[in-house]
């Protein structure tokens, strides 16, 4: 297996925002057939069976669940964006300060996110 001694070698800020982008995308795509499968219950069964289902997908590990997947996204997103930048304007030298501006970028929103949802989960208005 070369992976993991690839990250052993080759520890700089590119290396391991490579990992991540490989990481998240893996994650999301293995969370994307469970909730279209889920969705798709409100179209099979109507919107009574969808309401019961959301019901029971109410629970503190669901609501985990949602974070990390939000998380993924944005740090996928964030990462795919300084990769783009990268690659169009021939950043590479400034690799490591453009990855920690975006870590940064992504943690802000994620809290930014997180702010916002994990008061809704208790039932605050």
Request: proline share 4%; glycine share 8%; hydrophobic share 55%.
């Given at each position: 297996m070369r992976a993991p001694s690839e990250f052993?070698?080759?520890?700089?800020?590119?290396?391991?925002?490579?990992g991540l982008q490989r990481v998240t995308g893996l994650l999301?795509?293995?969370?994307l057939?469970?909730?279209?499968?889920?969705n798709g219950t409100a179209l099979l069964y109507g919107p009574d069976a969808y309401n019961e289902l959301a019901a029971r997908l109410s629970t503190p590990f669901a609501h985990g669940v949602e974070l990390v997947v939000i998380a993924a996204v944005l740090a996928h997103?964030?990462?795919g964006v300084r990769i783009i930048l990268m690659d169009l304007f021939a950043l590479s030298r400034q690799q490591k300060r453009i990855t920690i501006v975006f870590a940064a970028a992504t943690l802000a929103a994620l809290a930014a996110v997180a702010a916002f949802l994990v008061p809704s989960w208790w039932g605050a208005p």
């Open positions: 052993r070698l080759n520890r700089h800020a590119g290396q391991w925002a490579f999301l795509v293995l969370y057939a469970p909730h279209v499968l889920l997103l964030g990462n």
